[in-house]
């Protein structure tokens, strides 16, 4: 067969056992080429643990020679690995290309937020935004009652070629509820950074999370005496256990340094957080600790620092979280930070907030909605100025 003289892009699908360079070996590229993309892709990522069910695709220049290679990392980050016109090999990390339409979902809380939410088909990665979004004026796990209302726009993505991708982005939400209510709005402040922020144009990122694995059960709370099921004998519960699946991501409620990364006791596998002025955050029984959490390591809010485990005391999968002020005890789920203005032009929050208000009153629930109409109340320059560069499907 002639070689091609155009470019051809193979894509391949990943089976269990298969790696880079025996996949490369199987479409004809020989040993030193293989050396050399190989080399390249490690300047950015480590190629030899591939994940089953991802792509790897490949193109051939004219010639049949390998010209390119990308693989997705995540489901929002790719591998991009390109001979330039000299013949050297570059690597970089991308954004994966996808198609976002704007999703309104409206709801009533019959039983608990999360159940509410799930039935009215919030996907768990949006339920659990909102819980960090709002949670700092309100308590889902107190102040929710039945009656209660909640209201979401956010970013639905897919592939280019319409595989689904997860949720992007709140641009808006917000919860009515009889003794408390709380909203928050994506804006972009000065510099052009996107953030959110209240319902008085309060930064809410720099608040800590309130909780560190995604919103879920509570199976013990904060006591200063607590029936212990392994000792058999009363004793403090200074923190909260809170019950999620074995191999949960367990996430850094704010920004700070590693202090201690490793087996602790009976806390099992065990990490603090000194996040400064004498406050330092706990997570205990993990499974593993993530390789970059080490100690002294910066990590950042939101940062996954390791998994939800069963080591150490503990009677099944969950995570033990604790907080500290100055080595003394808190209720990690009464804390609130007092939120800090964020450098935005208040004359356009109050335009953006109206216009994403006005969205939020018109999604016609109580069930998700896929707008027949322009997506977003914004027109298309402000669209791309306010939420960034998006391909939207009507």
């Given at each position: 067969m002639a070689p091609p003289t155009t470019t051809v892009s193979v894509d391949h699908l990943i089976t269990r056992g298969e790696s880079f360079t025996g996949i490369l070996r199987h479409y004809g590229v020989g040993v030193s080429d293989i050396v050399a993309w190989e080399r390249a892709a490690h300047q950015k990522a480590n190629v030899q643990r591939l994940r089953t069910g991802r792509h790897l695709t490949l193109e051939f220049g004219p010639g049949g020679s390998l010209s390119g290679v990308r693989y997705d990392l995540d489901d929002r980050q790719r591998l991009v690995v390109e001979r330039g016109a000299g013949g050297q090999l570059s690597a970089r990390q991308a954004d994966i290309p996808a198609r976002i339409r704007i999703t309104g979902v409206r709801g009533t809380i019959v039983n608990t937020f999360y159940q509410s939410a799930k039935e009215a088909?919030?996907?768990?990665?949006?339920?659990?935004?909102?819980?960090?979004?709002?949670?700092?004026?309100?308590?889902?796990?107190?102040?929710?009652?039945?009656?209660?209302?909640?209201?979401v726009l956010y970013e639905e993505r897919t592939r280019l070629d319409g595989r689904p991708l997860p949720p992007g982005r709140i641009l808006a939400a917000d919860f009515v509820g009889r003794t408390r209510s709380a909203a928050a709005f994506l804006f972009h402040d000065d510099r052009g950074a996107p953030v959110h922020v209240d319902a008085r144009g309060c930064s809410i990122e720099r608040r800590p999370l309130r909780y560190p694995v995604e919103f879920t059960r509570i199976s013990s709370a904060f006591s200063p005496s607590r029936f212990h099921p392994i000792l058999n004998r009363q004793r403090p519960h200074l923190g909260v256990d809170l019950v999620a699946p074995a191999g949960t991501p367990v996430r850094a409620i704010a920004p700070g340094t590693v202090v201690w990364a490793g087996w602790k006791g009976e806390l099992g596998l065990h990490v603090e957080i000194d996040h400064g002025d004498g406050l330092v955050s706990a997570y205990s029984h993990l499974r593993r600790i993530d390789r970059a959490a080490h100690s002294g390591a910066a990590v950042r809010q939101g940062r996954v620092i390791g998994w939800v485990g069963q080591t150490g005391l503990a009677t099944g999968p969950h995570l033990h979280y604790a907080l500290f002020d100055r080595g003394r005890y808190l209720n990690p789920l009464t804390v609130h930070a007092a939120p800090r203005s964020a450098p935005v032009?208040?004359?356009?929050?109050?335009?953006?907030?109206?216009?994403?208000?006005?969205?939020?009153?018109?999604?016609?629930g109580p069930y998700r909605v896929v707008p027949s109409t322009a997506p977003v109340v914004l027109s298309a320059l402000a669209q791309a100025r306010q939420f960034g560069p998006v391909i939207l499907t009507l």
């Open positions: 088909r919030l996907p768990d990665a949006i339920i659990s935004r909102m819980v960090d979004l709002l949670s700092g004026e309100i308590d889902f796990d107190s102040d929710v009652q039945t009656g209660d209302r909640f209201r032009d208040a004359y356009e929050f109050r335009a953006i907030r109206a216009a994403l208000m006005q969205r939020l009153r018109t999604i016609p």
